[in-house]
């Protein structure tokens, strides 16, 4: 991995201020911040959509609150969160 200090030329303007050069650099973290939630969306894919309600035996179903994400029965209203 390289990192770099200086904005890479795009060639469309021969000087860049300071304001624009700190934009770059946002955009750049924000794009970082957009690949680092992708990668984590592809990890909670590999858990169980569906599991067993311990209650009824219905069927709980996976969704997510916020930051917190975790099984729902619709049935019991019965709820478990994998993270908190
Ligand atoms: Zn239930």
């Known amino acids: ?18 304001s624009d050069a700190q ?7 924000v794009q970082q911040l957009e690949k680092a939630k992708e ?23 996976l969704h997510s609150e916020f930051d917190r994400l975790g099984y729902f029965c619709e049935e019991c209203d019965f709820s478990l969160y994998l993270y908190h």
């Open 1 to 18: 991995m390289e990192l770099t200090t200086s904005p890479s030329p795009n060639g469309s303007s021969s000087y860049i201020t300071r």
């Open 23 to 29: 934009l770059t650099m946002s955009k750049r973290l």
């Open 39 to 61: 990668e984590h969306a592809r990890k909670v894919t590999n858990i169980e959509q569906e599991i067993e309600c311990p209650r009824c035996h219905d069927v709980m179903t």
